[in-house]
């Protein structure tokens, strides 16, 4: 028997958004391809090439087991602390860019796209 799922997703603004879903609110800092959710279950930061499939997540906080996966050989470590540290600053460098890019944006609208 299967189980019903819900997920809603409301932009505030590029790079803001706030998610719904029947496990409660979460928000997401970021865009496509680098963000960080912060919800009642932990914190997930995900990174990732646009298009391709292939991204990389990892997950602080509460963790239930249900559905973790048995591994014989688990990361050192060491590389889990530079996986960590590669993707926050891919996160910090799209933050900025995002906020760069609305900050060119209001400014544009606001002088009526001129010079």
Known sequence: MGNFRFYKRVSIFPGLSVNISKSGPSLTVGMRGAHVTMGRTGVRRTVGIPGTGIYYTSHTGYHSGAHSAHVDAP????????????????????IVGAVALAIALVGSLAGGGKP
């Not at 590389?79 to 996160?91: E, N, S």
């Open 75 to 94: 990361i050192s470590d060491s590389q889990q602390d530079t996986a960590h540290g590669v993707a926050q600053m891919i996160m910090v460098i799209c």
